[in-house]
């Protein structure tokens, strides 16, 4: 069974600095697509970012592209996510995802089959 994992949320003030981490197994991160979500209270998911597994590229959102970086490490079976120069509308609950290509888009949530439960970020102005 697949399952994601997903820590190092938490409350920071605008500016700050955080380090999202997510957890699988090898099998989880052998997927085309290792993705970031977010969803804010009362709005739809957002896409953040995506890794390309295969050739290691990764795509992002307008809204966090400079801010925010996806990496990996294979020995720890973890992907994580660098946020950056946070601001109060990346408060959201940030979920990790694995998927492969589908006619909708790397950046649709549809592409992606198996989700993390999602951590919480808050950022304070």
């Known amino acids: 069974q697949v399952q994601l994992q997903e820590s190092g949320g938490g409350l920071v003030q605008a500016g700050d600095s955080l380090r999202l981490s997510c957890t699988g197994s090898?099998?989880?991160?052998?997927?085309?697509?290792v993705g970031w979500f977010r969803q804010a209270p009362g709005k739809e998911r957002e896409f953040v970012g995506t890794?390309?597994?295969?050739?290691?590229?990764?795509f992002y959102g307008d809204s966090v592209n400079g801010r925010f970086t996806i990496s990996r490490d294979n020995a720890k079976n973890t992907v994580y996510l660098d946020m950056h120069s946070l601001k109060s509308e990346d408060t959201a609950v940030y979920f990790c995802?694995?998927?492969?290509?589908?006619?909708?888009?790397?950046?649709?949530?549809?592409?992606?089959?198996?989700w993390g439960q999602g951590t919480q970020v808050t950022v304070s102005s």
């Open positions: 995802a694995t998927g492969n290509p589908t006619g909708w888009g790397r950046e649709d949530p549809r592409s992606y089959n198996y």
């Open positions: 090898e099998q989880t991160f052998s997927a085309y697509l």
């Open positions: 890794l390309i597994s295969s050739i290691g590229q990764t």
